[in-house]
């Protein structure tokens, strides 16, 4: 039993009139509905209905039922079969009603006149739709429920039924077993049975091998989804230049979402904010927390979520925010998230509300999800967005110190297997005051470029300095933008990710004291 069973036997029990299911997974909706009748009241006097555009009323107990084409009918028909038999527990199924709830008044009449007259029955109403967006008319009379994805238990008991039934070749320990049914985590019970499958079919046997591969799969189906994406555990702390303090505060909550921190009575960390110039690390950052915590890491693609449709973006959002918490513990990450607040109004409210779902999902959520939100742009962003009870923590990013720019030039370096020790680091950081990460590394590849074209021969300091000297960094081109969001961090709104800059920021406020 999952806790959705719980939930939805505690409002049958209540005799809620109507029960909203939100779910994309209409058949695994109705199993569920079907075992929650069955283990509430296994007799003949309880029967499960569905209706839908296509079939009208079909039950499962095979009761011959009247012929229901259209909305309105099917409605008026469940109003007399309750009415003749009151004490009947049944439970009426309603799928594809979002499509008419919303364009006809007399559907929506005729649900509440339904709902108002299941009260005085054992009968209740379920409607099963993709969308949360009931019509405010009905919203006194309904219980709005969100089905969450299948859980471990579900998807591990689909993965034995299935080796069962296909009787296929299993090399797999019950632990193997119970990582491959965790690989489907984050897929709806179709997709996992879709995947499963397809590992079965693949060679006939089912081992350590079909982990990588249900994972691939998974990874597909999160893209389509349009808004999430996966992200290997590729960068390392090594990969980051400088941004100590950050990094201190990182290791430190290395292991917080173990067991033994949460016996320790630990909370798991919420997530932080990293806020700062472009190019200075953020998404590089981001990266790296997956890596170093060894969770799952999933980017939310803030400007991809905007549909074209009314109500899309919401329901693109709602289902990444429910695969990140069924993958939890997982790293979320939501890259730009000032885009969300971008168009400024324009778009009739959507992106006001879509916004407000995720800062809402921040504050509530309780499954282990560390939000990791980067911006470079502050001034979209309203202000209590960064309020603390949202993030454990809000970073600043600024130029690099030169201690830090050397940190950057000696990563650089080693990453396009050139030995640092053979170039003149101290001089390139002293040349590269005013340059962000990003543009450090375009530096070492603009030189590797020339040096490659004019022999090839190995790159010298020479060539760094000379390609630094032709780019022009954002802080001279966009001196203003860079000073406002320095002057951001001055506020004290945020917390300086560098060990230097801090020190050097508590200078200047003891010297400001003293002056
Ligand atoms: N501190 C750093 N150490 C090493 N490399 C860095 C650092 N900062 C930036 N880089 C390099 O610059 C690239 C781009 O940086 P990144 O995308 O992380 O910046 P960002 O702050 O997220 O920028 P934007 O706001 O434009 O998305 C990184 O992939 C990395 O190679």
Redesign the pocket.
Known sequence: MTAVHDDLNLYLRARVPMIVLVTVEELRAVEILDEVRVGRDASASSDLVVWDFGGGLASRDGRSLPAAPTPETALDKIAELARAHPDRKDIYVLKDFHEFWHRSPAVKRRLRNLAHALVTTYASLVVTTHSADVPPELADDVVVLDMPLPDLATLRADLDGLIEQTRVECDLTAHGRARLAQAALGLTAAQARRAFSKAIVRDKVLDELDIPAVLEEKKAVIRASQALEFHGAEETVD?????ELLKEWLRLREDAFGEEAAAFGLPAPKGMA?I????????????MIGGLWRLPLLRLDVGALFGSLVGESEERLRLALKVAEVVSPCVLWI??IEKSMASGGLDGGTSARVFGTILTWMQEKTEPVFVVA?A?DVGALPPETLRRGRFDEVFF?DL?TEE?RR??FT??LR?RRRDPAAFDVPRLARMADGY???E??QAVVDAMYRAFSEGPRDITTDDVARALERLVPLSKSQRERVEDLRAWLRDGRAQSASFAEAAQAARNQVRLELA
């Open positions: 990969d980051v230049g400088g941004l990293l700062g110039i472009p190019g200075t690390g953020k998404s590089l950052t981001a990266k890259d730009e980067t470079n990013l690099p830090e940190d950057i990563v650089h990453k962000v990460g990003a450090i590394e």
